[in-house]
């Protein structure tokens, strides 16, 4: 077992972009840290990977994918948590810190899509450092940042994980709950979001490494995936 809420609001600075906390990001405080439209603000029940996700074979290769290693990510379940991605600063061995949410009802395959998305913000991380640099690059533009890492996610789908079901994304996004695709809000549209999946799920590779999918997605595929919001 691991205590984590203290260690959690030691990244209260960190990388808070998914579900609810994507509101948070631009002013992220100990509380912002927390919120989530369907999760409560202290998740209970915390424990170093508890369903060891780490084992999952579409997760090893979604981590493979993006280039770093299964000990670079601490994962930690909680009850009632948000999905989240966070630096994790100030804590020697790994670099980064998944949060993800224990529910007992699910088979814990439906965790391998809001994963893979979480991945992929570990790859933005990798590649800009901090938050803030990744808000820099992206003229603090969530969307840019969220719809980057969907992106990710398709690709890591189709050529990684090699899993042909499309659709598996958006249902097991909502079966995980923090990612609420009946609403719009601050991290785009469900309809922008399974766009920007999609663009990176039927996107020619051609080995290319995804950092340079990523700043390619960034021009003219982003603004169409974005576009989707507004059909
Ligand atoms: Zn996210």
Same mark, same amino acid.
């Given at each position: 077992?691991?205590?984590?809420?203290?260690?959690?609001?030691?990244?209260? !600075?960190? &990388?808070?972009? %998914?579900?609810?906390? +994507?509101?948070?990001?631009?002013?992220?405080? #100990? $509380?912002?840290?927390?919120?989530?439209?369907?999760?409560?603000?202290?998740?209970?029940?915390?424990?170093?990977?508890?369903?060891?996700?780490?084992?999952?074979?579409?997760?090893?290769?979604?981590?493979?994918?993006?280039?770093?290693?299964?000990?670079?990510?601490?994962?930690?379940?909680?009850?009632?948590?948000?999905?989240?991605?966070?630096?994790?600063?100030?804590?020697?061995?790994?670099?980064?810190?998944?949060?993800?949410?224990?529910?007992?009802?699910?088979?814990?395959?439906?965790?391998?899509?809001?994963?893979?998305?979480?991945?992929?913000?570990?790859?933005? !991380?990798? &590649?800009?450092? %901090?938050?803030?640099? +990744?808000?820099?690059?992206?003229?603090?533009? #969530? $969307?840019?940042?969220?719809?980057?890492?969907?992106?990710?996610?398709?690709?890591?789908?189709?050529?990684?994980?090699?899993?042909?079901?499309?659709?598996?994304?958006?249902?097991?996004?909502?079966?995980?709950?923090?990612?609420?695709?009946?609403?719009?809000?601050?991290?785009?549209?469900?309809?922008?979001?399974?766009?920007?999946?999609?663009?990176?799920?039927?996107?020619?590779?051609?080995?290319?490494?995804?950092?340079?999918?990523?700043?390619?997605?960034?021009?003219?595929?982003?603004?169409?995936?974005?576009?989707?919001?507004?059909?």
């Amino acid at each position: 077992m691991l205590r984590v809420p203290r260690v959690l609001k030691s990244t209260a !600075l960190g &990388l808070a972009l %998914s579900g609810g906390t +994507l509101v948070c990001a631009a002013t992220p405080t #100990i $509380d912002c840290l927390y919120a989530a439209d369907t999760a409560n603000n202290n998740p209970t029940g915390c424990a170093s990977d508890p369903e060891d996700v780490v084992d999952i074979p579409a997760v090893a290769a979604a981590i493979a994918a993006v280039g770093v290693k299964p000990s670079d990510i601490q994962f930690v379940g909680c009850h009632d948590a948000a999905f989240l991605t966070v630096p994790n600063l100030g804590h020697s061995g790994s670099r980064y810190r998944i949060v993800y949410p224990v529910d007992g009802n699910l088979p814990k395959t439906t965790l391998v899509a809001p994963l893979t998305h979480e991945i992929g913000h570990v790859l933005q !991380l990798s &590649l800009y450092g %901090s938050r803030e640099q +990744l808000l820099q690059r992206y003229h603090g533009s #969530i $969307d840019r940042i969220e719809l980057g890492a969907d992106f990710i996610a398709g690709i890591i789908f189709r050529n990684f994980q090699h899993n042909d079901n499309i659709r598996e994304f958006q249902n097991d996004l909502r079966l995980a709950g923090s990612y609420d695709l009946a609403s719009a809000n601050s991290h785009g549209t469900p309809e922008a979001r399974i766009a920007a999946f999609r663009t990176g799920f039927f996107y020619d590779l051609r080995g290319q490494s995804l950092a340079t999918a990523h700043d390619d997605f960034q021009g003219e595929l982003y603004s169409i995936a974005a576009a989707a919001e507004h059909p």
